[in-house]
């Protein structure tokens, strides 16, 4: 088991604790995400207590970049009436991104490799859009699951596949997060594992590990792209879902 590529999943109790059928114990998985979160709000914190530089330092560069990417994001997915809703989706696009970037730290744990972590966000993103929709459409929010101009022979037939399709939305949003995080970990362990192998046996084998060694290099590159990348879907799709949910599309 100790080698399985499986093994950096696991979520360890650190400090057990426990009251009856309650479980609050201290795991990897929650030290990982207090100690991203605590290091992004640090950053944030010293910015707007110092104030910013006219010339950027490195750290400023990078977080107004996202800032403005993820704004321009909103704007031109939602458009003006989402600019409420830029605050949550920031938030959500940070979170994600230091969860996905903090896994690739050596002994860390990457958190949205897992389902319950992804469905969890997703299913905030899905009953917020819910709330929105029924707040702005009341009752009139069930016209997206009949199109208009629909045939009452082919309603019976729509309906349930509209229901359904809007059902699996939060699904696969969780699904497509969870499994490219996963299966992206999972290869650099196998690949890693190869070449310690490779290294351990000596002779030609511990010449030739340099090979899956340069190749474990461009994985961590493209996974570091990915950690990035999947953050922008998953944003980028909670804009569309939140711009259907106003205009009723």
């Not at 979520?11 to 100690?35: K, Y």
């Not at 493209?222 to 944003?235: D, G, H, R, S």
Request: contains cysteine.
């Amino acid at each position: 088991m100790f080698y399985s590529p499986l093994e950096q999943f696991q979520i360890l109790p650190l400090l057990s604790f426990g009251v009856g059928l309650f479980d609050f114990s201290i795991t990897n998985a929650m030290i990982t995400t207090c100690v991203g979160l605590s290091f992004f709000c640090f950053v944030y914190y010293c910015l707007s207590a110092y104030g910013l530089s006219c010339f950027p330092t490195r750290w400023q560069l990078v977080l107004e970049s996202l800032y403005l990417s993820t704004a321009g994001l909103v704007w031109d997915s939602v458009g003006k009436q989402g600019q409420k809703y830029f605050p949550f989706l920031f938030v959500i696009f940070s979170f994600i991104l230091i969860s996905n970037v903090s896994g690739l730290v050596p002994y860390s744990f990457t958190i949205t490799s897992h389902l319950i972590q992804t469905m969890v966000l997703a299913l905030t993103v899905f009953i917020g859009v819910m709330i929105i929709c029924a707040s702005k459409h009341g009752f009139h929010m069930l016209s997206l699951f009949l199109p208009g101009g629909t045939s009452m022979v082919l309603a019976f037939l729509l309906v349930p596949i509209e229901i359904v399709s809007y059902v699996f939305k939060p699904l696969s949003l969780a699904v497509r997060l969870f499994a490219n995080m996963m299966a992206g970990h999972t290869l650099l362990k196998v690949i890693a594992g190869f070449a310690w192998a490779m290294m351990g046996s000596g002779g030609l084998l511990l010449v030739a590990h340099i090979v899956p060694l340069a190749v474990l290099v461009i994985l961590f590159g493209l996974e570091l792209a990915v950690a990035l990348i999947q953050a922008y879907v998953f944003t980028i799709l909670s804009c569309i879902y939140i711009n259907d949910a106003i205009v009723l599309h």
